[in-house]
């Protein structure tokens, strides 16, 4: 008769423990602010899948159309970026009136140079579009604070995947990759303010 011993076997042991360690490192690999504003992300994409108007204006001061996005996912977060609140509202007055300036300068533009006006125009109306929506992102992120001029803002960009289906997409699901931005105010909570697909992103400087 054999008798089996009770005695823990090492190997086991230390596998077991090598386990738990990896799991652990895994859990604690992503840092705190970037779960903040992953999980923000994250939520927003789930808003827009469900159509909910009112969570959607709680968390974005962008309008997308939401009638085909069933669903996104989340692929990387871009480093921080820090701005003064008077370089943003100086650069959404300074794009508004040069995106009046290239409106102007495209509707004179003759056959050769109608296309690169016309690209340079969109460009510049979406970098302004961007520039208001993350001015009204402010006090949307901190609901009854007063931000200084000299005080800063936090901006991530963040890479996703978002799922278009439905009608009018067609018989299969499309996946596009797009850019989501958001804002955070001192003391205050994640907010998108720019969403484009990743080739036709505006790259607004500062944000």
Known sequence: M?????????????????????????????APEIREVRKAAQEYLRA???????????????VVSANSIV????????????VRM????SLSLV???VQRTADSTWAFANDSTADSLFRAARLISNQAAVYRSAVRAVPV???????????????????????????????QAVDKEEII?????????????SVYLTDQDPRPEMI
Do not use: H, Q
């Open 141 to 171: 992120s901190a609901p009854g604070t007063v931000v200084p001029r000299d005080s800063t803002v936090e901006t991530r960009s963040v890479r996703t995947r978002i799922r278009y289906a439905g009608p009018a997409i067609g018989p």
């Open 181 to 193: 931005r958001l804002l955070r105010a001192p003391g205050g909570k994640w907010i998108v303010f």
């Open 95 to 97: 794009t508004r009136f």
């Open 71 to 82: 669903g996104g996912t989340v692929l990387g977060i871009g480093p921080p970026r820090k």
């Open 2 to 30: 054999s008798v089996r011993s009770s005695a823990p076997n090492p190997v086991r042991a230390i596998t077991c423990a090598l386990a738990l360690t990896a799991l652990a490192a895994g859990c604690a690999r992503e």
């Open 48 to 62: 827009l899948a469900k159509r909910d108007v009112k969570e959607i204006g709680e968390r974005s001061t962008c």
């Open 86 to 89: 008077g370089t943003l509202d």
